[in-house]
């Protein structure tokens, strides 16, 4: 399940994002490598990329409604899920207490997905 951890979660979303070829969003370049620890060779803690041409650093939450949110990637996974596969659709309250957030997280995260989610997201309201 892509919610089962941290790792699983961040790869989902990389793949969901970029279908397998990353891409910088600031330049558009598709030069960029995971930044690995030099030690143990495992991806950054802070699941980092780098882009050879503009020499940024970026994740896959930038330029989305995920950016500047420290909700770790397994609760915005699962709350996608959920708002997704809900008939009647996910309360903020319920995402708390499956989540384990606090309840002004959840209604951020909730606020986002919904926005995200929205049929026209550039004329409706920001979160």
Known sequence: MACSDEAAAVEFMERQRWQGEAKCPHCLSARVYQMKDRKTGERNKRWLWRCTICSRQFTVRVGT??????IPFRHWCYAF???????????????????????????????????????????????
């Open 65 to 70: 409604v995920l950016e500047d949110s420290a």
């Open 81 to 127: 899920w959920k708002a997704c596969s809900s008939k009647k659709g996910v309360s903020a309250l319920q995402i708390k207490r499956e989540t384990g957030l606090s309840y002004k997280s959840a209604l951020f995260l909730m606020h986002r997905i919904r926005f995200a989610l929205a049929d026209d997201p550039v004329h409706a309201s920001p979160p």
